[in-house]
């Protein structure tokens, strides 16, 4: 026996294991734990890299479904879809040019004016209440430590140069130009594009793809043009009512107010009546308090009248799933994801409240009441459940 041989011969005998004496199992374990590892930080570096096109993708999807229902009538008359696509995104443009035409000057002016008198209101509130209701609150200036000079500073810090502000407009330019492509190929071709889809199914599977198709676009574009349409006369009515008890800035307040009540979940009903109410206190703290109060008339007027007439046909989510989906999806894709968060949980919701299956509770033999309790353990519950089915015939 040669001196190699007897080494192997004597690491076989110490009970060693040699590469040819590893189970099957092993190199294909590794092989594929490897390929996990590797698909999972590709993956990660992929979305890290196309997250604001994702957004935008998703973002467009949400444009295309709120015009769907308007889309779907005109084609119903005998539009077509590509053509009835194209006039309300035509439509749509008009509007938007129309106020700026007859608001644009007048935003512009009353947000910088308000942006510069921001911080001064609110010290001025602080004070008042140090002095009338006797707190101790920290003054806006030193709370955040912002003034007009503060703010001038940063808006020299932070604004770009002549070739800045080109490149930064031609890039907002190409992100809208992208954004309304896909908006009009979703709508126009969304009956293609399902049955697209559908085709690469069993028939089976697809007339559940067309049902889950369906109640996305019914349900996420539903609660969307409800959305727009509380947002609208949540800020018209706020607009008016400070025009007549004479609070400045009128227009960005009452645009703040139906923006922030209708698409920030929990809090934005709290936080789009606390700016008004600021800058109306600062002026006048009466006029602070009116505000609050007309905030909570009309909160009361929307939740029992406005809201159920509007959404009547749209899923109802609660408070809390919809705050915690706006925080996942604002980690995710920023001001975009905080925006389609909702909409995309609500027609998850429909999704599960269609295909969800439902069972009918046990009945609890425990009373409310634990004081009126004659059943006081398991063991006497079960003798009671056992007495209640026994047959009298038995007896």
Known sequence: MSEDGGQAERTRSAGGIGPRDAPRWLRPAVFYVLLAVAAYQMSGWLFHNLRGFLGLLFLAWLFSITIEPVVDWMASRGVRRGAATGLVLFALFVAAIAFLALFGTLLAQQLAQLLKALPGALSSVTEWSNRVLDTDFATGDDLIHLTPDTIRDLAQRFTPGVLGVVSSLLGVVFQMLTLLLFVFYMSAQGPTLRRTISSWFPARQQRVISTVWEISVEKTGGYMVSRLILAAVSAVATGIFLVIIGVPYWLPLALWTGVVSQFVPTLGTYLAIALPAVIAAAAQPIDGVWVVVFGTVYQQVEN???????????????????????????SL?????ALISVPVVAAIQALVGT??????????????????????????REHARDEKGRDPQDE
């Open 304 to 330: 029992y009248i406005l809201h159920p007439r509007i959404t009547s046909r749209t899923v109802s989510i609660h408070p809390a799933v919809a705050f915690g989906s706006v925080i996942v999806g604002a």
């Open 355 to 380: 295909y969800g299956r439902r069972y009918e509770l046990v009945a609890d033999e425990r009373p409310i009441d634990p004081g009126q309790s004659t059943v006081t353990s398991v063991e006497q």
């Open 333 to 337: 894709f920023g001001a975009v994801g």
